[in-house]
């Protein structure tokens, strides 16, 4: 019987990347554990500021059952895991 494990998801504001430009609009990106970056999440539009990004992300979160701590590790990990990956490609060259 092989053992099936699910990685923990976390919805995260973020900044979309060819508004950055023109405004700078937020979104929501969808982070999963120890993968490196997000997905970003189109259908949830668009903020007109980070701290309405992140309000609807913790919304998400909270729907997911997440606490806040929770979410920021998930995430965390995300980026860790980018930082790894980066640094390995450095000291492979």
Not at 2 to 25: C, N, P, S, W
Not at 32 to 56: C, H, I, L, M, W
């Amino acid at each position: 019987m092989t053992k099936t494990t699910t990685k923990r998801e976390a919805f995260v504001a973020v900044l979309m990347g060819r508004q950055i430009v023109m405004g700078g609009a937020f979104g929501i990106g969808l982070a999963q554990e120890n993968e490196r970056g997000y997905y970003p999440q189109v259908g949830f539009g668009s903020f007109d500021t980070y701290e309405a990004a992140s309000a609807k992300a913790q919304e998400l979160n909270a729907l997911l059952g997440l606490s806040a701590d929770e979410a920021a590790m998930i995430v965390c990990s995300s980026m860790r895991k980018q930082n790894q990956e980066k640094r390995a490609a450095k000291e492979a060259k």
